[in-house]
């Protein structure tokens, strides 16, 4: 029997937990600090990956990807070393996908070329808005000038470039969205990842929500509307969806991000990273510290991990369901009984497809273009008891 990593691919995910600033949208693992010690952090990550590869011997590496925070302030020579010791422990895949998350400020563009000779091979620069007064709303520090230079030179030294919009943003109209994502496609894209905007908890805009504050948010029909918008103006500009928030040229989607989707295996290391991991005697949820005070001389001592807890089987089923049913190809049915002895009760599907929610087509379970937006209902009538 394949294992997990030989389906959905085996990965390695390098978070970056410093930026600039905080976006008061954002509730990733980030932080603001007056100093890095580069070399500091470097021992800390490699050290990491030495102690994962002595777990995962023989395994080929199909993506890098560094995510934060704000990778694109990370020294180029640290980023490469990462790459070079991930290289000296696994095989890399011929076609091995080095993502790295930029922000398009110029601080951080003119590292680009830097990037590019340490061994990245793509990168997702998050511009996040096409307009400057929404671009401050956002708490960026880049404006639209900036983001189309960055852009442009991105294109001009990586074959593969993604960036990143927030829609249904405050006092965004149909309209308007329309006009931003036809420009953001006129820029000629390979990918995009289009995120509707949600406000979390513990978050700047979760607070002034909470107080009434955050005025302007679209009603719920207009961000529906936004949504369907978007996929129906990517598909015809031949950038169909991939999965709900990404789209891609065929033969562009982001590989790191379906290994996730298809419950490959990944080795998460720095603060706050998750990862999974199959063994000989099960497959194992990862989690590191938040703090990056913490993490640091956690992992630089060998204990990166603060938790390691075996996935029961129900649970993997789950992830198998809720992540693969995001996805445009969803999960093989087949996968399900062989590696989790687990079928999924017909009678549930057949409901489902009457309303066009999910549909079966060669053992492929696929939630529908009019699924996708209400997974959660899908899943909780699919999840075994």
């Known amino acids: ?19 600039q600033s905080k ?10 600090v007056a100093s890095i010690d580069h070399d500091a952090w470097l021992n800390a990550y490699v050290a990491e990956i030495d102690r994962y590869a002595a777990e995962t011997p023989d395994r080929i590496l199909s993506s890098i990807y560094f995510g934060g925070g704000t990778p694109s302030l990370m020294a180029p020579a640290t980023v490469g070393a990462i790459i070079k010791r991930a290289a000296r422990h696994w095989t890399f895949a011929n076609d091995i996908e080095i993502t790295l998350e930029a922000n398009p400020g110029s601080i951080e563009a003119r590292n680009f070329a830097g990037y590019k000779a340490a061994g990245v091979n793509r990168i997702s620069i998050g511009i996040q808005a096409l307009n400057d007064t929404d671009l401050k709303r956002l708490g960026r520090l880049h404006s639209v000038d900036e983001a189309q230079r960055a852009l442009s030179l991105a294109k001009a030294l990586f074959d593969r470039v993604s960036f990143d919009l927030i829609y249904a943003r405050q006092d965004q109209t149909l309209d308007a969205w329309r006009t931003e994502l036809e420009t953001a496609l006129d820029y000629g894209p390979d990918h995009l990842s289009l995120y509707q905007l949600t406000i979390e908890p513990g978050t700047a805009f979760g607070a002034r929500f909470d107080a009434g504050k955050l005025r302007g948010l679209p009603e719920e029909d207009l961000a529906t509307d936004m949504y369907f918008m978007t996929q129906s103006t990517c598909e015809t500009a031949g950038l169909p969806a991939y999965e709900v928030s990404n789209h891609a040229k065929p033969g562009q989607e982001s590989q790191h991000n379906l290994i996730y989707w298809r419950s490959g295996d990944w080795v998460g290391i720095g603060p706050g990273a998750h990862g999974r991991l199959t063994l000989n005697d099960g497959r194992y949820a990862t989690e590191t510290a938040l703090a990056p005070t913490i993490w640091l001389p956690a992992a630089a001592s060998g204990r990166g991990e603060s938790q390691r807890a075996a996935l029961p089987r129900d649970e993997q089923v789950t992830e198998l369901l809720l992540m693969g049913l995001r996805t445009v190809e969803g999960i093989d049915l087949r996968r399900l009984e062989s590696q989790h002895g687990t079928t999924i009760n017909f009678n549930k599907i057949n409901e489902l497809s009457s309303i066009d929610l999910v549909e079966v087509a060669d053992h492929m379970l696929k939630a529908t273009d009019k699924g996708r937006p209400v997974l959660n209902g899908i899943l909780r009538e699919l999840v075994p008891d």
């Open 23 to 32: 976006c008061p949208y954002c509730d990733f693992n980030s932080h603001v």
């Open 1 to 19: 029997m394949l294992e997990n990593w030989q389906i959905g691919g085996f990965g390695l995910y390098v978070h970056w937990p410093f930026c």
